[in-house]
């Protein structure tokens, strides 16, 4: 099993910047890919940004340019640096890992975007 903790939610305005950071526990030798995934409300989960334990990565086009992922394959830890920040950015972020057989997710932080 994995646990994975999510940090750095909260409010900032419309051009502000957030980092989200996530820390795995457990079996982390399973994981393969971590990332992250957000879902506002009244839409599907959707995917923000993932990278692979070689460090890979695979960002949506709507965060291109505006948001990093970074991981630290030593500590366990996925962060995600938000920046240019819209308003349609707001939804809770969830954390996820992935193994061969198995994907595993936080509980989510909640970013709000909004004057």
């Known amino acids: 099993q994995v646990q994975l903790v999510e940090s750095g939610g909260g409010l900032v305005q419309p051009g502000g910047s957030l980092r989200l950071s996530c820390a795995a526990s457990g079996s982390t030798f399973r994981i393969n890919d971590m990332g992250w995934y957000r879902q506002a409300p009244g839409k599907e989960r959707e995917l923000v940004a993932t990278?692979?334990?070689?460090?890979?990565?695979v960002y949506a086009d709507s965060v291109k340019g505006r948001f990093t992922i970074s991981r630290d394959n030593a500590k366990n830890t996925v962060d995600l640096q938000m920046t240019s920040l819209k308003p349609e950015d707001t939804a809770k972020y969830y954390c996820?890992?992935?193994?061969?057989?198995?994907?595993?997710w936080g509980q989510g932080t909640q970013v709000t975007v909004s004057s």
């Open positions: 996820n890992a992935r193994s061969q057989l198995t994907s595993y």
């Open positions: 990278v692979r334990r070689i460090g890979i990565t």
